[in-house]
């Protein structure tokens, strides 16, 4: 144990506070549990209260602004699903189009061919 | 805090209190107060250096105390958990407001150790601790005031066993330094 550290135990010896401080600490805590109502009081409202709260202009503002966005958001995702069907059905219709242009093509291309074979086996008979 | 003559065993006696004081007592949570307030009070004066601060710190530690009773289990948790919240609630304050330290270097520098009274030997000692860092000073302050070990003190303020060894160490080293630069070359 080195000197310093018997001075520092010297030193740092705990000292009293000042000679009331017990009747201050126990007046503070006669006073805690009307604290603790007001706070509980505040923190806890009555069914009554939080309706009638609800009904505030603030409340019923809040209220309307919430429906509001709610209304605005169903109408957005209808109309995005409205147009997206639509969509959809018009490249159907564009795709059974382009399909037939196909068929008729082919169509066109198999008659020029069996003009083309039939004159190629009559040269050939010549 | 005198106890009854009649008790046989202090630590009887403040578990009896306990008992009482958990129960509602209020003189019995008083006597509670007036036993634990020197350590308590003590522990923020040396914290802060600011007897006003550290008496509405200390009244408060006690009131978190009263509201928090059934938690405790024993005089020697009792002890325990004051010693925790003052030290976590010093921590915090000083977070929240400037603490203000003593510059040693301010400080006037007398001819040697010996020439001077105890009581300024001790004072100035103290006023070298509280210009160590906040956790060092707790630190030092529940090794000397408290007289607890590393291990006690590494449970109190939640940190591990070799920083609060290695708090130590350096804490000391400053001290010595410190002290010798402001009183002489003495050996201390």
Redesign the interface.
């Known amino acids: 144990m080195s000197r310093i550290e018997d001075e520092l135990r010297v030193a740092l010896r705990p000292e009293e506070p000042a000679p009331d401080f017990t009747n201050r600490v126990m007046a503070r805590i006669s006073a805690l549990p009307l604290e603790r109502e007001e706070e509980q009081s505040k923190k806890q409202p009555g069914w009554r209260e939080r309706l009638a709260e609800f009904f505030q202009p603030v409340r019923i503002k809040w209220a309307v602004a919430g429906a509001m966005l709610s209304l605005l958001m169903i109408a957005t995702i209808g109309t995005y699903r409205h147009y997206e069907r639509q969509r959809m059905t018009a490249e159907l219709a564009e795709g059974e189009r382009a399909k037939e242009q196909v068929m008729l093509a082919m169509k066109i291309a198999s008659a020029k061919l069996n003009v083309a074979q039939r004159k190629v086996q009559d040269n050939a008979e010549k | 805090m005198q106890w009854p003559k009649s008790a046989a065993n202090p630590v009887d006696v403040i578990d009896d209190t306990l008992a009482r004081a958990k129960n509602g007592d ?1 003189a019995a ?2 006597d509670l ?2 036993v634990h ?3 308590v ?2 522990l923020a ?2 914290f802060f250096r600011d ?1 006003a601060f ?2 509405d710190l ?2 408060e530690v ?2 978190h105390l ?2 928090n009773l059934a938690a405790i289990e024993s005089p020697s948790h009792l002890k325990f958990w004051l010693r925790k919240v003052t030290s976590h609630r010093c921590i915090d304050y000083s977070r929240r407001r400037k603490v203000q330290t003593v510059s040693v270097d301010e400080a006037p520098e007398p001819m040697s150790i010996f020439d001077l009274p ?1 009581a300024m ?3 100035t ?2 006023r070298i ?1 509280a210009t160590l860092p906040e956790k060092p000073r707790l630190v ?2 529940l090794r ?2 408290e ?1 607890l070990d590393p291990t006690e003190i590494a449970k109190i303020l939640e940190m591990p066993l070799n920083t609060v060894k290695s708090h130590l160490r350096r804490s ?1 080293a400053i ?2 330094e410190k ?1 010798t630069r402001c009183l002489g070359e003495i ?2």
């Open positions: 209020q949570f008083a107060v007036r307030q020197a350590m009070f003590s004066h040396r007897r550290a008496e200390a009244q006690f009131l009263y509201q105890d030997m001790h004072s000692l103290r601790v030092v302050t000397y005031q007289d000391l001290l010595r002290i050996e201390v």
